[in-house]
């Protein structure tokens, strides 16, 4: 099968992880093409999985009339190249251009949204414009995906989509080795992997940990543009002996497995990455109720549940697990169970997989009528990045 995965950002992020997983499990036995509005991380990775790159400049998630209509200009003429069985869009702004595109050559697609930006929480000059644009969208494509029961049940709630055109599957990611934590020292160490960027909330973290021990010390993972406005509020806050800035790291897994506790302080979320990668570290996690947090963070089994922006709520809840290694022993174990039975990469790419056969197998004739081998031989030269 040909797929064409269609994403605006190619920054480390979750929805990029999500993409990669896919093209991690199906590249060997299918032929996977990448759309994204830049080059990064995300094009890097899919290349060196055997995927043939397209980078679509003014793919972008803000909102500019111009540079929109020639990012669905430039989308459409690389469906059209790679010629794909079907298109699988990530994201509002690559879901509905991608759909567009497809449905403009009859190619069968499929969105997954990583979070409704007409959620609780989110700007309501923003939700005004998301559910619109959503609900136009999901009448383009053939199957909509969503990867938290909160998104699942949005859908439903203010009908974005046609019965059964909705299907609930949560990210996976793959497994690593779980290394048991170090029980035996008195310093807790305390990690927050999220995007320096809205609706991530490192400042409320940091508010948090002014109030608690100096042995509780705190690491964030991550890049973005609000980085140095974190860097001053810790100096601000007076905690920045306790508090390492760790910048984008490729050996995520790596810190996780030397943490001893997860925090994600958040006002929006989808079904968040970074807490699945704790739950596979077998760390205990503590997460803003918000999307699909109750998905994998089970209140008082694995972890608790704080509400978004409560700086008491969160202190105490840090004091609660960070009091107690049993407590911590077992809250990790919880999770790494979960991990294994609920979110690990197979299950994902299976399920996913299947929609792509059922929407193919329903699908009519595209009405792409020059093949992509045709264009490459006129070309002399497989199609790349367009400009």
């Not at 994204?36 to 793919?59: H, N, Q, R, T, Y």
């Not at 669905?72 to 690559?94: L, N, T």
């Amino acid at each position: 099968m040909r797929i064409l995965y269609i994403i605006t950002r190619s920054h480390p992020g979750g929805a990029q992880s999500h993409v990669l997983e896919l093209i991690r499990g199906l590249s060997g036995a299918n032929n996977i093409g990448v759309v994204a509005g830049e080059d990064g991380f995300l094009c890097s990775e899919a290349s060196k999985l055997g995927a043939e790159i397209f980078v679509a400049p003014g793919l972008e998630r803000s909102i500019t009339v111009y540079r929109d209509v020639l990012a669905a200009v430039r989308v459409r003429r690389i469906v059209e190249m790679f010629c794909p069985d079907v298109v699988h869009a990530h994201c509002s702004k690559a879901g509905l251009i991608g759909r567009l595109s497809a449905r403009m050559l009859n190619v069968p697609s499929v969105y997954t949204a990583h979070g409704w930006r007409f959620a609780p929480g989110v700007a309501w000059a923003e939700r005004l414009m998301a559910w619109p644009a959503e609900w136009f969208g999901a009448r383009l494509g053939q199957q909509l995906i969503t990867v938290s029961t909160c998104d699942f049940n949005l859908a439903t709630r203010y009908r974005i989509a046609h019965q059964g055109q909705v299907t609930l599957i949560h990210n996976g990611i793959s497994n690593c080795q779980w290394r048991p934590r170090n029980q035996g020292r008195d310093e807790v160490n305390v990690v927050m992997v999220a995007r320096f960027a809205p609706p991530k909330d490192q400042s409320t973290v940091m508010r948090a940990l002014q109030g608690l021990p100096g042995r509780i010390r705190l690491a964030f993972v991550g890049d973005g543009p609000t980085l140095k406005q974190a860097q001053a509020k810790a100096i601000a806050l007076g905690v920045n002996d306790r508090v390492t800035f760790l910048g984008c790291r490729a050996d995520v897994a790596d810190i996780l497995a030397e943490s001893d506790l997860f925090v994600l302080s958040s006002t929006s979320e989808g079904l968040p990455i970074s807490i699945l990668e704790a739950l596979r570290a077998g760390l205990p996690v503590i997460a803003t109720d918000v999307g699909g947090a109750r998905d994998c963070v089970y209140d008082g089994t694995n972890g608790l549940i704080v509400p978004p922006s409560d700086v008491g709520a969160l202190r105490g809840a840090i004091t609660a697990i960070a009091d107690s290694t049993p407590l911590r022993s077992r809250m990790g174990k919880a999770g790494r169970a979960l991990y294994e039975q609920q979110f690990t990469a197979e299950q994902m790419v299976s399920r996913t997989y299947a929609i792509y056969q059922t929407v193919v197998r329903k699908a009519p004739q595209p009405a792409i009528v020059t093949s992509y081998n045709a264009i490459r031989s006129q070309s002399g030269n497989a199609p790349g990045p367009l400009s």
